[in-house]
């Protein structure tokens, strides 16, 4: 199964669903036994919150972009000074192990992303984030769900390739398919390989009318609105625990990618 080890990583408008997709896929991975790296790599970071981390857990956390003393052990540079020399290749492998916290399959990892406003900045703290994703994506064997922003400057070109799905959330509404659209641009250029649409919070418009809206997108599969996600969010509890559909339908959503993923080696392979 292509599923162990997949990588996936998550774009869209805030506030579409981003978080509650990733919480879901890991969910659905973590009890298929995979072990499975949750990724916040959102400046708005709360997949952990998602995941049903507790507080406790989530206060040990460390957010990478706010460890001073790391950026500076490994880039070589002090955050906030500019000028001087830094290493641009840093030496990231064993932060995953050092950095995460843990519950049950599922290792939750806080990147602690500062949108630079598509600057893409080379700056010590954004030469780290950079080098730390492309090694979650392209060296480790466990499977990694990448909760981002719409802006894809942590993203690097080796990393994008490494990218077995990289999924857009949309909601209905014009707003977050001109984020998609732009998104869609950015990881095209990028050169990712398999780029997904899954419209979330469906409800009251028929799904084939979305698809005819989004034709230039490879829609991969709708989320109902689930009034037990909002309950979720309100009371602290997790989508999972509080809404079984949901989990089915992501669950059938992560299917369909597995099988055009291996389909798209099948074919590569002819
Ligand atoms: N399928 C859904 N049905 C109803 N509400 C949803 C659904 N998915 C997400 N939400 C709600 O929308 C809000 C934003 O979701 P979130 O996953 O945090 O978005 P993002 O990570 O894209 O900012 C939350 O309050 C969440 O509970
Ligand atoms: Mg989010």
Redesign the pocket.
Known sequence: MKEKGIKIAIS????????????LLCHILSRKKSKVLAVDA?P?A?LGM?LGFSSALLAQATTIAQDEKLIEERTGAVPGEFGGWFALNPFVEDIPEKYVVKQGNISLLQMGAKSTGGTGCACPQSILLKSLLNHLVVERDEAVIV?MEAGLEHLGRGTAEGVDAFII?VEPGQRSFATARAVAKMAKDLSVQNVYVVV????GVNPSSIKDELQDLNVIGF?????E??Y??LQGKT?FDLCPD?VEEAAAILDRIDKELAEAIENSQV
């Open positions: 869209g408008k805030g506030g579409v669903g981003k978080t509650t997709l990733a919480s959102d708005d709360n998602a909760d959330v979330s919070k469906l409800h989320l109902p609105y689930k009034v996600a909002v979720a969010d989508i949901l």
